[in-house]
Nanobody, 122 residues
Framework: QVQLVESGGGLVQAGGSLRLSCAASGRTFSTYTMGWFRQAPGKEREFVAASRWTDEITYADSVKGRFTISRDNAKNTVYLQMSSLKPEDTAVYYC????????????????WGQGTQVTVSS
């Protein structure tokens, strides 16, 4: 199985940047699709970005051009670089993993971290 731990959340001003990290356990990490989701209070869990081991990458329209997902398979780590942050980006951000290809629905992912809080103030 895969275990995920997020880090890097915090409080930033609108327009600022923040980098999230997700450390994964498991020897099969390099073949997994890694995704980022977020959930704000009172809202559903929302797809943010995903990276397949083949280097295919998908972003939600709401973050395209502002967020960048990357991965370092040697370190079993996936990153989410967030720039031009908006108050609307405030949410708990979750790292997720699945065995097969990129998916944008949270129920398609099998493994989840505990989340890290990102708060963007104006």
């Amino acid at each position: 199985q895969v275990q995920l731990v997020e880090s890097g959340g915090g409080l930033v001003q609108a327009g600022g940047s923040l980098r999230l990290s997700c450390a994964a356990s498991g020897r099969t990490f390099s073949t997994y699709t890694m995704g980022w989701f977020r959930q704000a209070p009172g809202k559903e869990r929302e797809f943010v970005a995903a990276s397949r081991w083949t280097d295919e990458i998908t972003y939600a329209d709401s973050v395209k051009g502002r967020f960048t997902i990357s991965r370092d398979n040697a370190k079993n780590t996936v990153y989410l670089q967030m720039s031009s942050l908006k108050p609307e980006d405030t949410a708990v951000y979750y790292c997720a993993a699945r065995r097969l290809g990129i998916a944008t629905t949270f129920t398609d992912y099998n493994y989840w971290g505990q989340g890290t809080q990102v708060t963007v103030s104006s």
